[in-house]
Nanobody
Framework: QVQLVESGGGLVQAGGSLRLSCAFS????????IGWYRQAPGKQRELVAD???????NYADSVKGRFTISRDNAKNTVDLQMSSLKSEDTAIYSC?????????WGQGTQVTVSS
């Protein structure tokens, strides 16, 4: 079955950078849209960025110009490069794979930005 494993979270100072990676297994990677979501304490989960199998990209307004999503269809991974991090970027970041009506979530990785 499809599984997602996130890595790369951690503690970083404001203004710093961090790179998250989502490793996909158990299915045909190229047909899935992969999204990075985040949930901060006391807030609803929100979309950060997603990328379709054909490479179409969508960003939340709050991260445009600071975050970059990319996918490697040979390695079955989707990375999220985060720069100019702010304290409000602190959250649990999770990746999601979606194809037709099927979706699966990873376990999430904590990102903490200290001010």
């Amino acid at each position: 079955q499809v599984q997602l494993v996130e890595s790369g979270g951690g503690l970083v100072q404001a203004g710093g950078s961090l790179r998250l990676s989502c490793a996909f297994s158990g299915g045909t990677f190229s047909i899935y849209k992969i999204g990075w979501y985040r949930q901060a304490p006391g807030k609803q989960r929100e979309l950060v960025a997603d990328i379709s199998g054909s490479g179409r990209i969508n960003y939340a307004d709050s991260v445009k110009g600071r975050f970059t999503i990319s996918r490697d269809n040979a390695k079955n991974t989707v990375d999220l490069q985060m720069s100019s991090l702010k304290s409000e970027d602190t959250a649990i970041y999770s990746c999601n794979a979606q194809a037709f009506t099927f979706g699966v979530w990873g376990q999430g990785t904590q990102v903490t930005v200290s001010s």
